[in-house]
């Protein structure tokens, strides 16, 4: 590992019984780096995150700096949103594990903009974009510099969609995090992210998104020509025209 990187990753392998997910990857992310995972359903893109996180058996090196503080955003969670169970609930006995005050709960709550009606709402009856943004504040505790997506608004509609993104990319500008982002969006992939991990079976492959995300490597990546559709979202003029969703 170099003293820029903050990761190095080295022949990761990953299986489950027979069959191979993930076979002699290699990769360094760099502090400050915006790196999209994307893939085909099935490539490993989920695994990847899990094993970087140390929650899948692998074979190889990942080596994480020893100045890294991982934090990670999952696409679901498994815990049931019908019980009684407030949003400060959740971000409090994470708190109490971290040993942190009742003042982290507000810090990270205040940077990601959940209010105080929200703080002590079910996480039954919030909106999936209020649940994903809470889901962040947890990740925000305990003050980490690396972010772990996994395709935080797979179940969200458009708009609130776009005010995760934005949110993320706040948090990144403001904060100097370094992110690796599992994503669907590859319009969101090719304005925000620096380097794009394309995983295949055959030929996994890493580079910045003007060489990763062109028709023919698309074409080659999901073994069909990319479906395009019309992003139009006017409100702060943050986003028109054509994006790409796979």
């Not at 709960?105 to 009856?125: K, Q, T, Y």
């Not at 702060?236 to 054509?242: A, I």
Request: with cysteine; glycine share 8%; aromatic share 6%.
């Amino acid at each position: 590992m170099t003293p820029a990187n903050i990761l190095s990753v080295r022949n990761l392998s990953i299986a489950f019984g027979n069959r191979i997910v993930i076979r002699g990857l290699s990769f360094d992310v760099h502090a400050g780096d915006d790196l999209a995972v994307i893939g085909p359903n099935g490539s490993g893109k989920t695994v990847l995150l899990k094993a970087l996180l140390g929650l899948v058996p692998f074979q190889g090196d990942i080596v994480w700096s020893p100045a890294a503080r991982v934090g990670y955003v999952p696409q679901r969670v498994a815990a049931d949103r019908q019980l009684p169970l407030s949003v400060y609930d959740l971000l409090a006995a994470k708190a109490r594990f971290l040993k942190l005050s009742a003042k982290e709960i507000e810090s990270v709550a205040e940077i990601v903009g959940l209010s105080r009606d929200l703080l002590h709402a079910n996480v039954g009856v919030v909106s999936g974009g209020q649940f994903q943004k809470a889901l962040i504040a947890f990740a925000l505790l305990g003050n980490p510099n690396v972010l772990l997506f996994d395709e935080p608004t797979a179940s969200l509609d458009e708009l609130a969609e776009e005010r995760i993104y934005e949110l993320v990319a706040q948090l990144r500008r403001q904060k100097g995090l370094t992110v690796i982002m599992v994503s669907h969006d590859l319009s969101v992939v090719h304005r925000s992210a620096n380097l794009v991990l394309c995983l295949c079976k055959d030929r996994p492959c890493l580079g910045p998104p003007q060489e990763m995300l062109t028709p023919d490597m698309l074409a080659e990546l999901y073994s069909a020509p990319p479906q395009y559709y019309q992003h139009q979202h006017d409100h702060r003029g943050t986003l028109t025209g054509t994006g790409t969703k796979l």
